[in-house]
């Protein structure tokens, strides 16, 4: 196996650093004192293709492979893992819309999704369902000319900020086979919003319920068929834990590198720290781990991008161990950084406090874990 990258990839990889340490990186604290991100950033993002990396050439999007993708999210997050993983979101949706969406939504709807002039929202989970997201209650009931929405989504990046929101909503029995995915445009009458909630970390991105009062959208804003909204949330999810496990690996690189930095600058007992044998030792440890992560990361893509049989169980496993990875290690550069790693200025504790949702969203770590024992159980 060839574990180089090629020129090519090499190359997007470069491309998405250095926008995001000349667009995104010089604002981060900025956008996350104001608790948004400013609608001019992401048509510049869309006009680099990254709002569209894995949808089909044949739809006007980039085409890339899942590997590819995690490229552009590991090296986003170098800069702002908020504003990285919000921009994963974007792509899962569109994705779902180029996978699903029949010929009509897509030629209405995806020129806006590529170029990012319209931002899309990603609403499966509930106030009443997480981990448990088959269990969702959001009804959509069928009228003469479409469907009327009623229910809540909750946690949602971007609610009340994004210009549509992909929403799974339960149209048939309990269960996964009674939900479908439905595609609601910012404006609808009957959508509204709950107030933004004041989180640990990723405070550049706005979030906040999604919220339907007899919401009414026209039959052509069904994604897909009837009955099949879980199966495509599941498949998107597999991508969206490899972008969010790309984030953390990018941000804890980042932490790593700002670390050796400080270590080099900062004296102690009458030489730089670095050179303290046990703390050499802690550097090692975290560049193993990394490294340990970027591997085990793209090892799924890989898998994902070649639809391995077990690409799910690899997604499952790769996000498990690559979050916890980043969490771990932005955390040791913390410490490392004594007191100065607790001050703003020196960007550390904010990386601790984004990674940390790491291990919660996209499925927590510990349903990740359920899933990659339910294979080994079916498989043995």
């Known amino acids: 196996m060839d574990f180089a990258l090629s020129e090519e990839q090499t190359a997007i990889f470069d491309m998405a650093y ?8 010089p604002y981060a604290r900025a956008w996350e004192a104001a608790g948004t991100i400013p609608k001019d950033l992401w048509p510049k993002v869309g006009a680099l293709g990254f709002a569209s990396l894995y949808v089909s050439e044949d739809a006007g999007g980039a085409g890339l492979g899942r590997l590819d993708a995690t490229l552009v999210f590991e090296a986003l997050s170098m800069a702002c893992p908020s504003v990285a993983a919000f921009l994963s979101i974007h792509n899962m949706c ?16 995806m020129p806006g999704v590529l170029s990012m002039g319209t931002v899309l929202s990603y609403c499966l989970t509930e106030p009443g369902s997480g981990s448990d997201a ?6 959509a009931e069928r009228t003469n000319e479409g469907y009327v929405l009623n229910g809540t989504k909750a946690f949602i990046s971007g609610g009340g900020y994004s210009d549509a929101y992909v929403c799974m909503v339960r149209t048939g029995d309990d269960g996964p086979k009674g939900v479908s995915t439905v595609y609601v445009e910012d404006g609808a009458e009957g959508l509204s919003f709950g107030a933004l909630e004041d989180k640990m970390g990723w405070r550049s991105q706005p979030t906040a319920q999604v919220q339907f009062d007899n919401c009414n959208i026209l039959s052509g804003n069904l994604v897909g068929e009837e009955g099949k909204g879980f199966t495509y949330a599941m498949k998107g999810l597999d991508g969206g834990r490899l972008n969010i496990a790309a984030c953390s690996l990018g941000a804890a690189q980042s932490a790593l590198d700002a670390t050796l930095a400080y270590m080099g600058e900062r004296k102690a007992f009458g030489q730089p720290i670095d050179q303290f044998q046990g703390l050499q030792w802690r550097l090692a440890d975290m560049e193993i781990e990394l490294q340990a992560a970027r591997t085990f990361l793209r090892h799924a893509a890989w898998k994902l991008d070649n639809d391995a049989p077990d690409a799910t169980k690899f997604c499952a496993m790769a996000k498990k161990f690559v979050t916890d990875a980043g969490s771990k290690v932005v955390d040791q550069c913390l410490q490392l950084h004594g007191g100065y790693g607790y001050l703003a200025d020196y960007g550390i504790e904010k990386l601790v406090r984004d990674l940390r949702v790491h291990q919660i969203l996209e499925g927590t770590n510990e349903i990740m874990r359920v899933i990659v024992a339910r294979d080994m159980l079916k498989n043995r």
């Open 18 to 25: 250095a926008f995001g340490q000349d667009q995104i990186a």
């Open 94 to 109: 569109a994705k779902m819309l180029d996978s699903f969406g029949d010929d009509a939504l897509k030629a209405r709807v």
């Open 134 to 139: 088959a269990a969702l209650r959001t009804r």
